[in-house]
């Protein structure tokens, strides 16, 4: 959500499904907000959100404080989900708007991280691709020139360590490693692999550079552990098709539902990340 909206003057409906039985487009908990002219947030989409926006906007030239909506999605208002849902709708003065604004920020910086090691072409795909998800994206590169490419509104860090911000990251971060020197793949990886509390380790390659990043580990000086966590090559359940684009989106759609999975059943958990320089 932009801070643009809750910037605005103006009063807006703050719409939260507060019940949803069945099969519903969004969860119980999802809010969205409505003023005179714009929307922010998404309960659903279609008939329902049409109804609920209609709704609300008939509240604010009421100047109504509180209404409760409740709906069926089925063929009466052209909806075949077949699932009930109950709407509360809440009006914000400006004051109320812009602590809603700050709170939604607030929780925003606690979405989980994604770490991208290389602004290449994949790497830059990946950042835009994943900059419209509900995480914080880091881009990593030891060139600024890379870095200057990307256009996507994600953080950047240049950096001649790429493995110490692996260290820095916060538990249950996703790494994605792409740069352009294997070996330097190699360091990242098994940084991030003996962290011990990462949702998603995963380098981009083939099998043949995992047999190489296994044997490596074993001569290395480091104890990297068990490399099974590592997926390598990345995003490979979806298509052959290897320009940046594809791979990008098979691979933003492997880690978020790495990430989901992670804050649902709670198994990134916090663990003492490793000090010291590079492995090997």
């Known amino acids: 959500m932009s801070g643009s909206f809750f910037e605005t003057a103006g009063p807006a409906i703050r719409l939260e499904l507060v019940l949803a039985l069945g099969s519903t487009p969004r969860a119980a908990g999802t809010v969205m907000y409505v003023s005179a002219d714009r929307t922010e947030g998404t309960i659903g989409g279609g008939r329902l959100e049409f109804v609920a926006i209609e709704a609300a906007r008939e509240m604010l030239a009421a100047g109504s404080a509180e209404r409760r909506l409740e709906m069926p999605l089925g063929p009466e208002i052209g909806q075949c989900c077949g699932g009930y849902v109950a ?11 812009a602590r809603e604004g700050e709170r939604l920020a607030a929780a925003r910086r606690n979405n989980p991280s994604i770490y991208i090691f290389g602004a290449g072409h994949v790497g830059r795909a990946l950042a835009a691709a994943t900059s419209l998800l509900p995480v914080r994206t880091v881009l990593v590169d030891e060139r600024e020139e890379q870095l200057a490419l990307c256009q996507a509104p994600v953080e950047q860090r240049l950096t001649p360590l790429p493995e110490a911000e692996v260290r820095g990251a916060p538990p249950g971060s996703a790494f994605v490693v792409l740069t352009h020197d294997h070996a330097l793949d190699f360091i990242i990886a098994a940084e991030a692999l003996m962290r011990g509390d990462a949702a998603y380790v995963g380098m981009i390659g083939s099998k043949t550079k ?11 000086s480091a104890s990297v552990g068990d490399t099974a966590p590592l997926l390598c090559p990345i995003g490979s359940a979806g298509s052959d098709d290897k320009r ?8 933003a759609a492997e880690v978020i539902a790495r990430l989901t999975e992670a804050q649902a059943t709670g198994d990134a958990a916090p663990q003492q990340i490793r000090a010291g320089g590079r492995v090997g």
């Open 87 to 97: 709407i509360s709708m809440l009006r914000l003065d400006a004051a109320m708007l």
């Open 210 to 220: 995992r047999a190489s990043f296994e044997r490596w580990c074993a001569k290395s």
């Open 244 to 251: 940046p684009e594809v791979i990008a989106a098979f691979v």
